[in-house]
T-cell receptor, first 117, second 112 residues
Framework: GAVVSQHPSRVICKSGTSVKIECRSL??????MFWYRQFPKQSLMLMAT?????????EQGVEKDKFLINHASLTLSTLTVTSAHPEDSSFYIC?????????????FGDGTRLSIL | SQELEQSPQSLIVQEGKNLTINCTSS?????LYWYKQKYGEGLIFLMM???GGEEKSHEKITAKLDEKKQQSSLHITASQPSHAGIYLC????????????WGLGTSLAVNP
């Protein structure tokens, strides 16, 4: 149980392209989803927290117009990197939790490796 | 801001050996999670600890949270190559805070 599917697993595209990443909870309803960015040999950096049907809460320093998050249903959240540039190249991981409270673990997707040329 | 310190940063052990990874905070933790990550992949949930003194085991992995809820250890008994990966600890820094703070991870290699 608690399977989270993230697609695509890898994206290579030209600078200026917008890229959409999907995160789906397959066997549970995700009231809260989280989007992280991970740099080599560094820990997870939380970008934003989203609740179904409401606007995402972005962490300090994360541009909400650059990283658009939509959580339209209890099983799907999307992250769109708009007008991507080489500095946006990174490993993006989503996670989902079945509880809006802090007493349930987050379950993670397999991540998306984004490479901007 | 509160940080989680993990030690050691990396570890190489011979198959069959026991090992321990530590996760330490200077402040009380409200929920401590252990995950395992293989390079370039997502995180696999291992265990969650919430109460001081709590201990949980799954197969050959045992995790403990100290009474003060400031330190957790992950112990692997009779390690196998399948245990290799990056072990990450994450924790809530407040009781009502859904966000997790993360350690930098411990890279484990198990030589056959």
């Amino acid at each position: 149980g608690a399977v989270v599917s993230q697609h695509p697993s890898r994206v290579i595209c030209k600078s200026g392209t917008s890229v959409k990443i999907e995160c789906r909870s397959l066997d549970f309803q995700a009231t809260t989803m989280f989007w992280y960015r991970q740099f080599p040999k560094q820990s997870l950096m939380l970008m934003a927290t989203s609740n179904e049907g409401s606007k995402a809460t972005y962490e300090q320093g994360v541009e909400k117009d650059k990283f658009l998050i939509n959580h339209a249903s209890l099983t799907l959240s999307t992250l769109t990197v708009t007008s991507a540039h080489p500095e946006d190249s990174s490993f993006y991981i989503c996670s989902a939790s079945s509880s809006p409270y802090s007493n349930q673990p987050q379950h993670f997707g397999d991540g998306t490796r984004l490479s901007i040329l | 801001s509160q940080e989680l310190e993990q030690s050691p940063q990396s570890l190489i052990v011979q198959e069959g050996k026991n090992l321990t990874i530590n996760c330490t905070s200077s402040k009380t933790l409200y929920g401590l999670y252990w995950y395992k990550q293989k390079y370039g992949e997502g995180l696999i949930f291992l265990m969650m600890l919430q109460k001081g003194g709590e201990e949980k085991s799954h197969e050959k992995i045992t995790a403990k949270l100290d009474e003060k809820k400031q330190q957790s250890s992950l112990h692997i008994t009779a390690s196998q190559p399948s245990h290799a990966g990056i072990y990450l600890c994450g924790a809530h820094n407040a009781g009502n805070n859904r966000k997790l703070i993360w350690g930098l991870g411990t890279s484990l290699a198990v030589n056959p």
